[in-house]
């Protein structure tokens, strides 16, 4: 009984991570549908960024992860304003290409000047502390993950149905024409919505750098992680994707725990099997 708890506790833990991973590909999904192959890589390139503002200068990292997020924001705002809304149109394969494109930039070029050696963020014995209760152990760094992964799902679902820039969000996404004929400009709203779904992949990557090293070829996994959580959840649902994540979470611990090279595997033939049983995904709209 303990062992089935403590996997389930873990796969919860360890999808709350791709339920965040997940959530800024939701969003620019749900507002723009944009096909983002580059997402997993946009992670990795932020990691990076981290890496280089604690270990090139020298900043404290609670600093670093300030600077961070602002520089995340305006990058977000700038690559979708001046880049992609060029391909923000109905037919998803212009946005496709272009991401793709971005994602094979942005390995070359971090391996170029990072080398392919996996990196890590210092967290002075923080990203291995663990508080025990009875036999079931729990990281602080994951149940910080848990909690920073359940508090941006509230954000976000309150940003989209409560607010104004929120509204603006769903009516682009509905109409951009008559979104224009009410004077507001989808250019505008669409850079908006990525640069917050970049502080979003911010957030990822510094919880994931924190957890774990990281290489400049770890894109394409991350990607694929965060678009099973996206298709299970539901298109467009903050809490969905955070649903999705955790099945995904789940399915993956019990495959570890049945075979330490089933874990992945069975995470993909959960991924599956809702796409073909429910291929709308479990909550598939953002109310």
Not at 104 to 113: R, T
Not at 140 to 159: D, E, G, H, K
């Amino acid at each position: 009984m303990i062992t089935f708890v403590d996997i389930i506790v873990q796969g919860v833990l360890l999808g709350a991570l791709y339920g965040l991973f997940a959530m800024g590909q939701s969003l620019v999904f749900g507002v723009m549908r944009m096909t983002n192959t580059a997402h997993g890589d946009f992670i990795v390139l932020l990691v990076f960024g981290l890496v280089a503002l604690t270990g090139y200068a020298h900043l404290p990292l609670a600093l670093a992860i300030a600077l961070l997020l602002v520089i995340a924001f305006g990058f977000g705002f700038a690559l979708q304003y001046i880049v992609l809304n060029r391909v923000a149109v109905r037919d998803p394969l212009p946005s496709l290409i272009v991401t793709f494109g971005l994602s094979i930039v942005i390995q070359n070029v971090l391996q170029q000047i990072f080398s392919a050696d996996p990196r890590s963020i210092a967290t002075g014995g923080f990203e291995s502390a663990s508080v025990s209760f009875g036999a079931l152990t729990l990281g602080y760094l994951p149940l910080v993950t848990l909690l920073v992964t359940i508090a941006l799902t509230f954000a976000m679902q309150w940003l989209f149905g409560k607010t104004g820039l929120g509204r603006a969000f769903r009516a682009t996404s509905d109409d951009r024409d008559i979104v224009r004929l009410m004077g507001i400009s989808h250019r505008r709203t669409f850079a908006l919505a990525m640069a917050i779904a970049f502080v979003l992949i911010g957030v990822a990557a510094t919880l994931y750098a924190m957890r774990t090293a990281v290489s400049p070829s770890d894109g394409p996994a991350l990607l694929l992680y965060a678009f099973e959580a996206v298709i299970i959840g539901g298109m467009g649902s903050f809490w969905g994707t955070f649903a999705g994540g955790i099945c995904l979470g789940i399915a993956q611990q019990i495959g570890f725990h049945i075979d330490p090279g089933w874990g992945i595997w069975l995470g993909h033939v959960v991924f599956l099997a809702v796409l073909v049983a429910r291929p709308q995904g479990l909550m598939p709209r953002t109310r």
